[in-house]
């Protein structure tokens, strides 16, 4: 298969994903969705369509195949040491205090949950569904631990409440809908037909809405008043982690959809709730705007890349 080839199965894959998200932003601009609409079905999102996609498709996973201990505890401390990493750099090159916690987060707490797992189902089908909604549980609390721990350590820390987020956690519906479809599939119990085809009917809302809503979200405004320091966070999340993460993962010895998987996870632009988070503790939720917006843009240029050498490679 030559260069040409691959590219062009290379933009199949990842175009169609960003197309969504550029429509959202569209529909948006000329008024006919608006943030009642955005906030309503990202709650659906959230609360209920997403999690039947990962049920479903964990489900009617090879457990074998999907559930794989290397994978996870390899994403546990790549993502954990790329923490590391984007704390260490912000404490030499970000001069704000203050924003060091916003810089960190955005530089490594990534959009899987909707862009990682849509670009998995894209290219690897039932596989990236199921295996990329058993990785969503380690993102949602690895992410989520580690973001408390930057942003405590130089916002109002008094607003944080551990039990809080434990309690979170502990409820999500992404992570509850792992927990219930891991053991369903492991003793391979039998729902009705007409459970899971209204299942699949109604999971089938999930990718399309959601790439929507971010689109939605999307603010070219809020990038005019960008600043160093939210182009340095995103050149961090879209280029210097996903490649750093990538090649050790390829170092020892993940090759194919697995490395592929992880690739797409790791290049995730930065999630919509690192905002949320900010903003609940007074800190500069515009530079975390920014690294939202710029990492978003930015996605549809470095995953296509990525996907792109990692394919004319042989690597996935």
Same mark, same amino acid.
């Given at each position: 298969m030559n260069l040409l080839s691959v590219f062009s199965q290379t933009l199949e894959t990842t175009l169609p994903v960003f197309a969504m998200v550029f429509i959202g932003a569209g529909l948006r601009r000329i008024g006919w969705i608006d943030g009642a609409f955005i906030n309503t079905g990202s709650a659906l999102v959230f609360k209920a369509t997403l999690p039947t996609l990962i049920f479903l498709s964990i489900v009617r996973a090879d457990l074998s195949t999907a559930l794989n201990p290397s994978l996870i505890v390899f994403f546990t401390l790549a993502t954990v040491g790329s923490f590391l990493f984007c704390w260490l750099w912000a404490l030499v090159r970000v001069p704000v205090a203050a924003d060091r916690g916003v810089y960190v987060q955005g530089a490594f707490r990534g959009n899987g949950g909707i862009v990682g797992l849509a670009l998995a189902a894209s290219l690897y089908g039932d596989y990236g569904l199921s295996a990329g909604g058993i990785l969503l549980g380690?993102?949602? $609390?690895?992410?989520?631990?580690?973001?408390? $721990?930057?942003?405590?350590?130089?916002?109002?820390?008094?607003?944080?409440?551990?039990?809080?987020?434990?309690?979170?956690?502990?409820?999500?519906?992404? $992570?509850?809908?792992?927990?219930?479809?891991?053991?369903?599939?492991?003793?391979?119990?039998?729902?009705?037909?007409?459970?899971?085809?209204?299942?699949?009917?109604?999971?089938?809302?999930?990718?399309?809405?959601?790439?929507?809503?971010?689109?939605?979200?999307?603010?070219?405004?809020?990038?005019?008043?960008?600043?160093?320091?939210?182009?340095?966070?995103?050149?961090?999340?879209?280029?210097?982690?996903p490649s750093l993460c990538t090649a050790a993962a390829w170092a020892v010895g993940f090759s194919g959809p697995e490395l592929g998987l992880l690739f797409l996870f790791f290049a995730s632009p930065t999630a919509a709730a690192s905002f949320v988070m900010v903003k609940a503790l007074n800190g500069n939720y515009k530079l975390a705007a920014n690294i939202i917006a710029i990492t978003t843009l930015l996605a549809s240029v470095t995953i296509t890349a990525g996907v792109f050498v990692l394919r004319a490679s042989g690597l996935i």
């Open positions: 380690v993102v949602i $609390i690895s992410y989520n631990v580690l973001s408390v $721990i930057a942003l405590a350590a130089y916002q109002d820390s008094n607003r944080l409440s551990w039990q809080a987020i434990v309690t979170d956690i502990s409820r999500n519906p992404l $992570i509850l809908a792992v927990v219930i479809a891991v053991p369903v599939a492991g003793y391979e119990v039998a729902l009705p037909g007409w459970v899971m085809t209204s299942g699949d009917y109604f999971a089938a809302l999930t990718l399309p809405l959601a790439l929507l809503c971010i689109g939605g979200t999307l603010s070219l405004s809020s990038m005019r008043n960008d600043s160093k320091t939210a182009t340095s966070a995103s050149l961090m999340k879209m280029v210097t982690i």
